[in-house]
Nanobody, 124 residues
Framework: QVQLAESGGGLVQAGGSLRLSCAAS????????MGWFRQGPGKEREFVAG????????GYADSVKGRFTISRDNAKNMLYLQMNSLKPEDTAVYYC?????????????????WGKGTVVTVSS
């Protein structure tokens, strides 16, 4: 079993930045595909960014391309999301997720493990 714990959320003004972190425990995530998802008020959970096990492949939702950067440190069992130029529409609960099969599809159904989420609120 893998436990995931997000941190780094908060309240920020539009145009500001936040860095989310996800700490994995229970076992190494070295071979896992990892992703960030978010769920805004009244919306379904959606893909934000994904990264494969060796950082060779990354993917982003069109809405965050050029503003968000996903990274990982396998030695520390950590996943990160750097969010710049934040917009009010980025307001959501952000979730870290892991795919034990190591795929790079990054769909909700592909992810086996989920954190409890961290709240990001962007004020206008």
């Amino acid at each position: 079993q893998v436990q995931l714990a997000e941190s780094g959320g908060g309240l920020v003004q539009a145009g500001g930045s936040l860095r989310l972190s996800c700490a994995a425990s229970g076992r190494t995530i070295r071979s896992y595909g990892m992703g960030w998802f978010r769920q805004g008020p009244g919306k379904e959970r959606e893909f934000v960014a994904g990264i494969n096990w060796n950082r060779a492949i990354t993917g982003y939702a069109d809405s965050v391309k050029g503003r968000f950067t996903i990274s990982r440190d396998n030695a520390k069992n950590m996943l990160y999301l750097q969010m710049n130029s934040l917009k009010p529409e980025d307001t959501a609960v952000y979730y870290c997720a892991a795919d034990s099969m190591g795929n790079s599809r990054w769909t909700v159904d592909d992810m086996d493990y989920w954190g409890k989420g961290t709240v990001v609120t962007v004020s206008s």
